[in-house]
């Protein structure tokens, strides 16, 4: 028996098209509303979290000195391994049709920015950087802030979501992308962990 890969994974497309079609539409318009309409676009802008990035770096970089210039390292890292295994070899492996590209399901939604980008859909970069950033600080940096280090994954959350709402990827695009993310953040969390140090504002 031959075991041909192409055929598998384009059926395995199509059994899960349906219903991602049918969960980005309700996303994109029955749960919508003119606040989502207005605020979310700006959510997937690097820009606007600027200042949280800054925000980060300057209490990290006060308050643990050389550990904080090795956790902004780290912050690097992680970002560059998300890209790579995202965009440089998952997209370039498995081409999937954006929903704003495809002929017929672009017609069923509604836009919200400049444009389309052509690489493939799978899996959503943005979920892939943002939730692997989200499982470094929360690792790096909840035994400084505590409970509040869960808020790092709403933060990637909003954008992952963001993603689908304006109709550049799918729901399993985001899915798939937030689990590959967390994987890269777990590790490179735990890494720095480990050979840097826990982080502590205990003198």
């Known amino acids: 028996m031959i075991f041909d890969s192409g055929t598998c994974f384009l059926t395995f497309w199509k059994l899960i098209q ?15 509303n003119n606040f989502f309409d207005t605020v979310l676009p ?11 990035y800054l925000f980060l770096l300057l209490f990290v970089a006060f308050n643990f000195k050389v550990k904080g210039w090795w956790w902004f390292l780290g912050i690097v890292v992680t970002a560059a391994l998300a890209d790579v295994f995202s965009s440089q070899i998952i ?5 999937r049709t954006r929903p704003c590209q495809d002929p017929e399901l672009s017609q069923q939604l509604r836009f919200f ?14 979920a892939t950087s943002h939730f692997a950033q989200a499982m470094f600080f929360f690792l790096t940096l ?21 993603q689908i709402y304006v109709g550049v990827h799918y729901p ?12 890269i953040g777990y590790f490179t969390g735990k890494m720095f ?9 205990d003198k």
Not at 114 to 126: I, L
């Open 18 to 32: 349906p219903a991602d079609s049918w969960l980005i539409k309700h996303i994109n318009q029955n749960w919508g």
């Open 142 to 162: 909840r035994p400084v802030i505590g409970k509040f280090a869960w808020i790092f994954f709403f933060w990637a959350f909003i954008i992952g979501y963001t």
């Open 113 to 126: 920015i400049k444009y389309c980008p052509r690489s493939s859909s799978f899996t959503s970069s943005h």
């Open 193 to 201: 962990n480990r050979q840097i140090g826990t982080l502590s504002l």
């Open 91 to 95: 997209k370039q492996t498995i081409m």
């Open 172 to 183: 399993f695009d985001v899915f798939c992308g937030s689990l590959l993310g967390c994987g």
């Open 42 to 52: 700006y959510m997937r802008e690097t820009l606007f979290w600027i200042p949280l």
